[in-house]
């Protein structure tokens, strides 16, 4: 009888401790860093990529407040593709500021959850370079736009401070590859640090 007083008092102690951290309002901040892998879909026969790692680095503030949250983010991203197009292969690298806007819910107490968001993500261009095989000289040029837009589905868990997230991202703007146009695709495995939490 005592026994299952005491763990019926240790449910509703956890319980309410969990209702109380996710319904008050909070503030966190971090950095971030891990890898990525870039695809860029096929479009016609002629036209193909492989998937190449890239990687990010950057920062996360976190606003929260009856189990949902807003996570903004800023980071440079590497994203890299061989594209073969008329029996030619090109080395793209596309380096960006990359700015997601992040809507979700988080469930969790004692420092441990899981989450659950999806959002837009801005990238601006900061370079536009290319490498050309040398067995190919007739590769097309990467001609792609300054400002792009996506959008991210994803999950994370939080261990204390750390915090890993697995994401994937799908472009909703095409760019551009001398006559052809397509989509970037990509999975990203980060890890971030908890600075601040208020």
């Known amino acids: 009888m005592m026994k299952k ?8 102690l956890a319980a309410a401790f969990t209702a109380k951290a996710q319904v008050l309002p909070n503030f966190q901040f971090g950095l971030k860093g891990g890898v990525n892998l870039a695809s860029i ?17 950057g920062a996360w503030a976190r606003f929260g407040a009856l189990g949902f949250n807003f996570q903004p983010e800023v980071y440079f991203t590497q994203k890299s593709a061989d594209v073969t197009s008329n029996g030619g292969e090109t080395k793209a690298n596309f380096t960006s500021i990359d700015v ?15 989450r659950l968001y999806t959002g837009p993500v801005v990238s601006f261009a900061l370079n536009k370079s290319q490498s050309f095989s040398q067995a190919v000289s007739e590769a097309q040029a990467l001609d792609y736009k300054d400002q792009n837009f996506a959008w ?7 261990l204390k ?10 472009g909703l703007t095409s760019q551009s590859y001398g006559s052809t146009s397509t989509k970037i695709n990509l999975f990203s495995l980060s890890i971030a640090y908890r600075l601040i939490k208020i």
């Open 5 to 12: 007083l005491i763990l019926s008092l240790f449910v509703a």
């Open 41 to 57: 879909p096929s479009v016609n026969t002629a036209f193909s990529s492989n998937n190449k790692a890239g990687y990010l680095a």
């Open 100 to 114: 997601p806007l992040l809507f979700g819910a988080k469930v969790g107490a004692l420092g441990i959850g899981a």
């Open 152 to 158: 991210q589905v994803g999950a994370g868990l939080d």
């Open 161 to 170: 401070a750390l915090s890993f997230d697995l994401r994937y991202e799908t």
